[in-house]
């Protein structure tokens, strides 16, 4: 029997801000090692036996990003399906499991969150063969982890009658996230477990609980896969079908619900990373069980994470601790008081500021675009464009650019002028005039572009031609 991994890559990680932000977030940035939390979910399944190719269910404006982390795997999904917007689990799973039903009416689905940290992977595999075997016979499995604290963040699963084999057991029931005396006393009952967030099913077992208990959610998924469509490599599922799914995760929609769930426990160390205290939990420690990465001096410093991917960073007489410097926002804040991060994310989307949404380097599927200096009426940025890659044939409303080669080759359309640039010349792009950006070099072609205008806003821009079917968006 084939098995699947089918990888969520839908999660926010606003409580990692200012690392994480919408356009590019937790589960695509490298917080264990130089790979990404989605390449090494990727990575996990290689060599278990009946192992195929993943399947990614990510939303669309990450839809590059994905691909390209992907592809320097080495990796050729077998699907990446584009959710027009976030659903919450249960539909994402759904039409992975239609998708995957339609060409192997058997396939075992391994469904991971792609921002989790497993450092065993021998042990992983130990456990999802118990798994598989369960899935086999109808079960929705579930891991459970063994809790070494009481945790309050986490949900809890309580197993109950063992069934076929040691280590496994139906699932008595499921917890939501408890207050502090109660997590010590599901510490103490030895019976509990963290709920991983890890599945292993069929395709159909899946199917037919969905239907069984939500049965509009697999109504309106089948309707997005019926009404969608190929886009490069893409799956894009219909967009107005899919928007109308009733929003509810996996947990909620059927695992609380069935008969049929059941929980093996997994004892490969597991992180969901979803704080900043947790990275601490997990990152190598100094003497004074401090945690650095970047450029950083502390003296008199105790038990902190302190994480700078650009500046030099000093901090003394400091004790729990965290302190994130990026190069358009620092966050600092008490160890202990990591998950209200997520508080400062909302005030920033309530006063609608981009530093919620973007770093100040933006990656776009033909390269990234980064922030030099703002000021009224003016803004410089640095343009990389990949080798054969090319901008949209767009026009903007508000403001003109200039354009100064810094390296490479460019082929610019103006209006009905098509041309090359090289190092150190330039050109000029007036207000209302159409034009393109090419590189047709071998080299990544480097731009300082300065915009000049009464507003200059990413989203003042009118889209006619775009390789990547952008045609709708902004920026």
Not at 64 to 84: K, M, N, S, Y
Not at 282 to 309: F, H, M, P, R
Not at 381 to 409: C, D, F, N, Y
Request: glycine share 8%.
């Amino acid at each position: 029997m084939a098995v699947y991994p089918v990888i969520l890559t839908g999660g926010a990680g606003s409580r990692l801000w200012p690392m994480s932000r919408e356009y590019f977030p937790k589960p695509l940035m490298p917080i264990v090692g130089d790979e990404s939390l989605l390449q090494a979910t990727a990575r996990r399944l290689q060599g278990f036996p009946g192992s195929e190719p993943p399947v990614f269910v990510c939303n669309e404006e990450h839809r590059f990003l994905v691909a390209e982390q992907v592809q320097a795997l080495d990796i050729r999904p077998a699907g990446i399906i584009l959710e027009p917007e976030g659903r919450n689990t249960a539909p994402a799973l759904t039409v992975a499991a239609l998708f995957l039903a339609e060409q192997d009416p058997e396939a075992v689905m391994v469904v991971m969150p792609a921002d989790h940290v497993i450092p065993d992977l021998e042990a992983f595999r130990r456990a999802l063969a118990d798994g598989v075997a369960l899935a086999e016979q109808g079960h929705l499995v579930t891991f459970g982890i063994q809790p070494t604290r009481p945790e309050t963040g986490y949900g809890y699963i309580q197993r109950g009658e063992t069934l076929d084999g040691d280590g496994r057991f139906k699932v008595k029931r499921f917890v939501e996230k408890p207050d502090l005396d109660q997590a010590q006393g599901y510490l103490d009952a030895g019976d509990y477990y963290w709920n991983s967030g890890i599945f292993v099913m069929q395709a159909s077992s899946w199917l037919e609980e969905i239907e069984r208990f939500e049965p509009e959610i697999r109504q309106a998924c089948e309707r997005a896969i019926d009404s969608g469509r190929k886009d490069l490599d893409f799956c894009r599922v219909g967009k107005e079908e899919f928007i109308n799914c009733p929003e509810n995760s996996i947990d909620y929609a059927v695992m609380e619900r069935t008969e049929r769930a059941a929980v093996v426990p997994l004892e490969s160390g597991w992180s969901d990373v979803g704080a900043w205290s947790a990275i601490w939990d997990i990152a190598e420690c100094d003497d004074c069980g401090n945690a650095t990465q970047g450029d950083v001096l502390a003296q008199d410093v105790k038990n902190s994470l302190i994480w700078s991917n650009d500046r030099f960073v000093a901090a003394i007489g400091l004790e729990d601790m965290v302190i994130v410097d990026t190069p358009d926002a620092l966050l600092v804040a008490p160890r202990q008081r990591s998950q209200d991060v997520k508080q400062i994310v909302a005030e920033l989307k309530k006063q609608d500021r981009d530093e919620f949404r973007f770093h100040s380097r933006v990656y776009r599927p033909w390269g990234d675009y980064e922030g030099i200096d703002k000021g009224e009426r003016y803004q410089v940025k640095r343009i990389v464009v990949k080798p054969g890659a090319s901008l949209s044939l767009q026009m903007h409303h508000h403001r003109a650019e200039h354009w100064i080669v810094v390296r490479g080759t460019a082929r610019v359309t103006r209006g009905e002028e098509v041309f090359i640039l090289t190092e150190n010349q330039s050109t000029y792009i007036p207000l209302g005039t159409t034009h393109r950006l090419e590189n047709p070099g071998t080299i990544p072609l480097e731009i300082i572009e300065v915009q000049s205008g009464s507003y200059l806003g990413e989203d003042d821009i009118v889209r006619f031609e775009d390789v990547y079917d952008r045609v709708e968006q902004s920026s």
